[in-house]
C-alpha cells in the first residue's frame, strides 16, 4: 500500500519544495515565501522596531539580504500612508565587485518606485577601500579590511540617513549576522557592544539615526531562497575580502553546529537576548561629544573611523 503524498504543512495542498529542519515545516513555496514575510512582521511588532509616521532608510548592498527586506518593507509601506521609504547605498570602493550590485540596487529601486541615494567611501573619506587595504597592508597593520569596513559603513549610513531626513535605518542583518556578531563580541571580550547590539538599537544621540534589523530571527539561508522564490535579482558573487575575517571562520562554526543540531543559532540568539539586560549594568556608559576631526557624535576625542583612518593616513 502506497504511502500518502507529504503536503505543505500550511496550505495541506501542495507539494513542499523546502524543509524546515529546526521547525519540522514542509513549506511549497508559496507558504514558505509568505512565512517569511510572516516571520519580518512578527519581528517588527515584537521589538516595536517601527511606527506608522516613520521615514525609513533601508540600507541597501544589493546583496540578497538587502533586496528582499527592501521588497517585503515596501509591500508593507503601502498599507501606511504616512510612513515613507527611501534606499541608501553606500559604495565602498571594491573593484570588480561593488558595481555590479550598485546596478541591480539601482534597478530595483526604479522598480519598486523607491527613491535612491547613495555615498561613497571616496567622496567621504578620500579613499576608496580597495586604497585603504593597500596601505594598510604597506604598513603591516594587524586589522582586517573588514574592521575597516565595517566601521566606515556604519559612519557613512549615519550620515546618508540624515541627508534623507529618515528617523530609522533598516538593515538586512539575518539571524546568522547577529549570532555571528553575538560572538565575535565574546571572543573580543566587548561587553559594551553585546549589550547594545539588539535587533533596535538604543537613542543615544540625536544625530545618531536609530537602527532595527527586522531580519534578526530569519536564517540567512531562507533570505537567499526567498529572493529565489520571488525571483529577486541580486548579487550572487562574495566580497574578495570576506575570506580575512574572523567573522567567516565563526560562520563556518555556526554552520556546521546547525547542521548537527538543528535550531542551534535560535538558541543562542534568545540566550544573547536574555543575557543582555545583566550586560547592558556592566557595559560603560559612553558620553557623547563632536570628533575633533570629524564633527560626528564620538564616545572620544576621536571617532573610531577617523581613528581609523589616521592609520593608513
Not at 586589522?143 to 528617523?167: D, Q, Y
Request: some cysteine.
Amino acid at each position: 500500500m502506497n504511502s500518502p503524498a507529504v503536503k505543505c504543512t500550511l496550505c495541506k495542498r501542495k507539494e513542499p519544495f523546502f524543509h524546515r529542519v529546526y521547525s519540522g515545516e514542509r513549506l511549497c513555496k508559496k507558504c514558505f515565501a509568505k512565512s517569511v514575510e510572516d516571520k519580518v512582521r512578527a519581528s517588527i511588532v515584537k521589538y516595536k522596531m517601527l511606527n506608522y509616521s516613520d521615514r525609513v532608510a533601508v540600507a541597501v548592498s544589493g546583496g540578497k539580504d538587502s533586496i528582499s527586506l527592501l521588497h517585503i518593507l515596501s509591500s508593507m509601506e503601502r498599507k501606511f500612508p504616512k510612513a515613507s521609504l527611501v534606499a541608501v547605498t553606500v559604495d565602498e570602493g571594491i573593484k570588480g565587485y561593488r558595481d555590479e550590485a550598485l546596478e541591480i540596487a539601482e534597478k530595483t529601486c526604479r522598480k519598486l518606485g523607491i527613491a535612491h541615494h547613495g555615498v561613497s567611501f571616496e567622496a567621504l573619506y578620500g579613499f576608496t577601500l580597495d586604497e585603504i587595504v593597500t596601505r594598510m597592508r604597506e604598513r603591516k597593520g594587524e586589522l582586517t579590511p573588514c574592521a575597516f569596513c565595517g566601521v566606515l559603513r556604519r559612519k557613512a549610513l549615519n550620515i546618508v540617513a540624515l541627508e534623507v531626513g529618515a528617523n530609522k535605518v533598516a538593515t538586512g542583518h539575518t539571524l546568522d549576522d547577529e549570532v555571528q556578531t553575538s560572538l565575535l563580541n565574546i571572543f573580543h571580550g566587548d561587553v559594551a557592544r553585546l549589550a547594545t547590539g539588539k535587533p533596535v538599537t538604543d537613542v543615544v544621540h540625536p544625530r545618531l539615526v536609530q537602527k532595527v534589523k527586522p531580519f534578526c530571527e530569519v536564517p540567512e539561508r531562507e533570505t537567499a531562497l526567498y529572493a529565489y522564490v520571488k525571483g529577486l535579482s541580486f548579487q550572487s558573487q562574495p566580497c574578495p575580502y570576506a575570506s580575512e575575517a574572523l567573522r567567516n571562520d565563526i560562520r563556518g562554526l555556526l554552520n556546521r553546529m546547525e547542521e548537527r543540531h538543528a535550531g542551534t543559532k535560535f538558541t543562542v540568539f534568545k540566550s544573547i537576548e536574555r543575557l543582555r539586560p545583566a550586560l547592558r549594568d556592566l557595559a560603560e556608559k559612553a558620553e557623547f561629544k563632536e570628533c575633533r576631526e570629524c564633527g560626528e557624535p564620538s564616545s572620544g576625542d576621536l571617532c573610531m573611523a577617523c581613528q581609523l583612518l589616521a592609520k593608513i593616513r
